[in-house]
Nanobody
Framework: QVQLVESGGGSVQAGGSLRLSCAASAYTSRRGCMGWFRQAPGKEREAVAGFYAGGGSTYYADSVKGRFTISQDNAEKTVYLQMNSLKPEDTALYYC??????????????????WGQGTQVTVSS
């Protein structure tokens, strides 16, 4: 049973940084995707960053390009999201996600079938 456990959220002032971590136990897929999504109150859940578990290109939402970096530690089975230059509009509940189905687009929710419980990020101005 795949389990995703996020940590690292919190409150920060605009311009600050946070690093989110996602511990992915029992995830061994090489054809799926892993990524981070976020959902702000009253808004749809949106993709933030993602990658193909078997290697390849990385996706970033336009709103976070140049500020956020997704990475993984295969030995620790952990995915990170380094968030720099945070803005109030980055405030949201951030979810780690993984899929074991063949993934065509890391930004598409339909390719993810495992989700973490979410970690809150609040950025004040």
């Amino acid at each position: 049973q795949v389990q995703l456990v996020e940590s690292g959220g919190g409150s920060v002032q605009a311009g600050g940084s946070l690093r989110l971590s996602c511990a992915a136990s029992a995830y061994t897929s090489r054809r799926g995707c892993m990524g981070w999504f976020r959902q702000a109150p009253g808004k749809e859940r949106e993709a933030v960053a993602g990658f193909y578990a078997g290697g390849g290109s990385t996706y970033y939402a336009d709103s976070v390009k140049g500020r956020f970096t997704i990475s993984q530690d295969n030995a620790e089975k952990t995915v990170y999201l380094q968030m720099n230059s945070l803005k109030p509009e980055d405030t949201a509940l951030y979810y780690c996600a993984a899929g074991n189905v063949y993934c065509f687009s890391p930004e598409d929710r339909q390719f993810y079938n495992y989700w973490g419980q979410g970690t809150q990020v609040t950025v004040s101005s």
